[in-house]
């Protein structure tokens, strides 16, 4: 059981999905992630969410021209998602342990994104197998890119995973940090308790 599950029950989807529904009525930005995607590879790229939820990141990309896959343990998000766009293609499936092959979809993606913070909430002790399996589904010179949160302001769990240990992760899968981030507006980091990485395969 991941750190999410232990915190939702897996059982959160419709929650989940009702609470970004409320915060875009209201007005606030709810596709940064999508929107930084969508400046790092060109319309038409390959995209796997990686521990996509209910879709949102993922619908966001294809409604701008991206070609993409969505990926998720938790069956109460996919289920939101599949209703929200059902001719977009969602797996189920853990990410560490994840093989695009296996799975029916052809690996070799030009952008991996984790957003909303899936590495914090991750089981404890697979952030390196998820790390490399993530790098096993980029094509040479694909993009990974993480946020999550650092601290507690920024997390609803305790926080379990540095930059430095989430560096090495991406090291030892064979990627290289090309760019950190404050926000999904690309700010400069500057050692807070968000961060939006970018590692090169």
Do not use: K
């Not at 038409?44 to 991206?66: F, H, K």
């Amino acid at each position: 059981m991941n750190r999410w599950e232990q915190l939702t029950g897996g059982t959160s989807g419709e929650q989940y999905a009702a609470r970004f529904a409320e915060l875009a009525e209201h007005g606030q930005d709810v596709h940064g992630e999508a929107r930084l995607c969508a400046t790092l590879v060109p319309r038409g790229a390959r995209v796997l969410d990686a521990g996509c939820g209910t879709g949102r990141v993922l619908i966001q990309l294809a409604r701008l021209g991206y070609d993409g896959v969505g990926v998720d343990r938790d069956a109460s998000m996919l289920a939101v998602a599949r209703r929200s766009a059902p001719g977009l293609t969602w797996l189920e499936a853990d990410l560490s342990d994840f093989d695009p092959a296996a799975a029916g979809v052809t690996p070799g993606f030009d952008l991996v994104v984790a957003a909303g913070n899936v590495f914090p909430l991750l089981a404890p002790g697979t952030e390196a197998d998820v790390a490399a399996a993530l790098a096993r589904a980029l094509r040479p010179g694909g993009l990974l890119v993480a946020g999550f949160g650092l601290d507690r302001d920024h997390l609803p769990v305790a926080p379990s995973l540095t930059l430095e240990q989430y560096d090495a992760h991406c090291s030892g899968a064979g990627l290289t940090l090309t760019d950190r981030f404050a926000t999904s507006d690309a700010d400069p980091y500057d050692g807070g308790g968000y961060a939006v990485s970018v590692h090169r395969r």
